[in-house]
């Protein structure tokens, strides 16, 4: 059983404002991962980390940004928030080395007014 | 450009028969296979991966199989049940993508009917 956690998991909140995402992971893995999905279409990477104090960005261009102070922690910010960053993000982490499966956390679903 | 493709956006099967997904990818520098069970409200489940030297992974009802020169995975299903009504997700990586993100295909909704 996969042990990541996302808050909030829903969110409406005004254009401006500055959100954080939250991903919290207790399964010790090294890499994780920020993907944004909008509805019926395919998951888009926008950012990923290797370990602490690592970060780059994927390839969906994404005006956010994430930080890697602690292993379990990896999350997301808006500076501020327009109507065009409305989708969902989902984190998720896996172990380091190769063909490691990647677990999910359950999402953010933000909307932006 | 897609390099990960589901081209049936929904499936349909009866109860206790066989649900058979597709997906076909287009960069062979894929060498890691993976499937994603994926309910409403939440985040995909990993279900079952193959790596590309092998052609077959199997484990419970769930079997991936594998044609490299084809370009092409499946996941097979069998016995179908209600509670696999969800959304299927195919999701590939290699060696040069970026910390090994995966790429995803549109998904395909299952539907098992009682």
């Known amino acids: 059983e996969a042990d990541i956690y996302q808050t909030p998991r829903y969110l409406v909140i005004g254009t401006g404002k500055k959100i954080t995402l939250e991903c919290s992971q207790t399964?010790?893995?090294?890499?994780m991962y920020w993907y944004q999905q909008d509805p019926g279409m395919e998951l888009h990477l926008i950012h990923y980390?290797?370990?602490?104090?690592?970060?780059e960005k994927g390839d969906l261009s994404s005006e956010s940004t994430v930080s890697r102070i602690r292993t379990e922690h990896f999350p997301l910010t808006l500076e501020s928030a327009r109507p065009s960053h409305t989708s969902q993000y989902l984190c998720?982490?896996?172990?380091?080395?190769?063909?490691?499966?990647?677990?999910f956390g359950d999402g953010t679903r933000l909307s932006i007014l | 450009d897609q390099q990960v493709k589901q081209n049936s956006p929904s499936l349909s099967v009866q109860e206790g028969r066989i649900s058979i997904l597709n997906c076909d990818y287009t960069n062979s520098m894929f060498d890691y296979f993976l499937w994603y069970k994926k309910y409403p409200a939440e985040g995909p489940t990993f279900l079952i991966s193959i790596s590309s030297i092998k052609d077959k992974n199997e484990d419970g009802r769930f079997t991936v199989f594998l044609n490299k020169s084809a370009k092409h995975l499946s996941l097979h299903i069998v016995p179908s049940q209600p509670g696999d009504s969800a959304v299927y997700f195919c999701a590939a990586s290699g060696v040069y993508n970026q910390g090994g993100k995966l790429i995803f295909g549109q998904g395909t909704e299952l539907s098992v009917k009682p």
């Open positions: 998720a982490s896996s172990h380091r080395g190769r063909n490691q499966p990647q677990h």
């Open positions: 399964m010790g893995h090294d890499k």
């Open positions: 980390s290797y370990g602490v104090n690592s970060t």
